[in-house]
């Protein structure tokens, strides 16, 4: 099995290319999706996050409370204590997962995260692809995605590694500063790439 690993600042589109992806039958797995699955499911990470993040962190239903651990992380800087909770439970629950992929026969599998690259390269994985664009590309899109300010836009992009600084780690990057074509053409090609390096 082929493991490739996505990165790229929020906005950069990464999201639209591995959905192009997705397409062509690669399985993939958003970091985002998997962790709040983890925080919602993982007994022993809810009590920790409960533990630091107070009782707020779950609805009266049980559901993880994504507004209020979002204002604790990002509002009050405590990304990283929340990350260090989570980081460790999700590499260890994805590295079975995937392990589960390939005795399960899956030829691509391919993990999305945005701070894939914030303690260098994983050694698990075969390939690493970087998309990125231009600053003002990212804020705009990023805004009218999620209907908010560039300023809180900003203030998340300043908490996100700089990504040019870690193109040494990628084998490709990908620039998305065309049209929504171009960047589902650039992904094809870079999958018909992996793969007949791959001989896959």
Same mark, same amino acid.
């Given at each position: 099995?082929?493991?490739?690993?996505?990165? @790229?600042?929020?906005? /950069?589109? !990464?999201?639209?290319?591995? #959905?192009?992806?997705?397409? *062509? @039958?690669?399985?993939?797995?958003?970091?985002? &999706?998997?962790?709040? !699955?983890?925080?919602?499911?993982?007994?022993?990470?809810?009590?920790?996050?409960? +533990? =630091?993040?107070?009782?707020?962190?779950?609805?009266?239903?049980?559901?993880?409370?994504?507004?209020?651990?979002?204002?604790?992380?990002?509002?009050?800087?405590? =990304?990283?204590? %929340? *990350?260090? %909770?989570?980081?460790?439970?999700?590499?260890? !629950?994805?590295?079975?997962?995937?392990?589960?992929?390939? #005795?399960?026969?899956? @030829?691509?599998?391919?993990?999305?995260?945005?701070?894939?690259?914030?303690?260098?390269?994983?050694?698990?994985?075969?390939?690493?692809?970087?998309?990125?664009?231009?600053?003002?590309?990212?804020?705009?899109?990023? /805004? +009218?995605? &999620?209907?908010?300010?560039?300023?809180?836009?900003?203030?998340?992009?300043? +908490?996100?590694?700089?990504?040019?600084?870690?193109?040494?780690?990628?084998?490709? =990057?990908?620039?998305? /500063?065309?049209?929504?074509?171009?960047?589902?053409?650039?992904?094809?090609?870079?999958? #018909?790439?992996?793969? &007949?390096? /791959?001989? +896959?």
């Amino acid at each position: 099995m082929i493991k490739i690993g996505i990165t @790229g600042g929020i906005g /950069s589109g !990464k999201t639209t290319f591995c #959905r192009q992806w997705e397409k *062509n @039958g690669v399985e993939i797995v958003y970091a985002d &999706d998997f962790a709040k !699955k983890l925080m919602n499911e993982d007994p022993n990470l809810r009590e920790n996050i409960t +533990k =630091v993040f107070g009782e707020a962190s779950y609805d009266s239903d049980g559901s993880l409370n994504r507004a209020y651990l979002a204002e604790e992380a990002f509002a009050k800087n405590r =990304v990283e204590e %929340l *990350n260090a %909770l989570v980081h460790p439970v999700l590499r260890k !629950k994805l590295k079975e997962y995937a392990d589960q992929k390939e #005795r399960e026969g899956t @030829g691509i599998f391919a993990y999305e995260a945005a701070i894939l690259l914030n303690e260098g390269r994983p050694d698990w994985l075969d390939y690493v692809v970087i998309v990125t664009a231009d600053e003002k590309q990212r804020l705009h899109r990023t /805004s +009218k995605r &999620d209907q908010v300010s560039e300023k809180e836009i900003q203030d998340r992009m300043d +908490k996100q590694p700089d990504f040019e600084e870690l193109f040494s780690l990628a084998d490709f =990057v990908i620039e998305n /500063s065309g049209t929504l074509q171009e960047l589902q053409e650039k992904a094809e090609e870079t999958l #018909r790439t992996i793969q &007949d390096i /791959s001989g +896959k």
